[in-house]
């Protein structure tokens, strides 16, 4: 989703992950992502980048067919 800036507002850009289980998201927290958020870190620290993450679970999945 990229949404339209406003005037002196930051730029905020928002990635959805869904795993097959809560244990999946754990592994992948514990493992993958420790490193994939220190890269993140590295390359846009310094650039005034800030950044947050939220964990929920879907209560409802709607799909097209």
């Known amino acids: 989703i990229r949404l339209d800036p406003v005037d002196h507002a930051a730029i905020r850009v928002e990635a ?33 980048v800030t950044f947050e993450r939220r964990t929920g679970d879907t209560l409802v999945s709607i799909s097209e067919s």
């Open 16 to 48: 959805q992950y869904v795993f097959a289980s809560r244990a999946a998201y754990e592994a992948y927290d514990a493992g993958p992502a420790v490193a994939l958020r220190a890269e993140g870190v590295d390359k846009f620290g310094d650039a005034g």
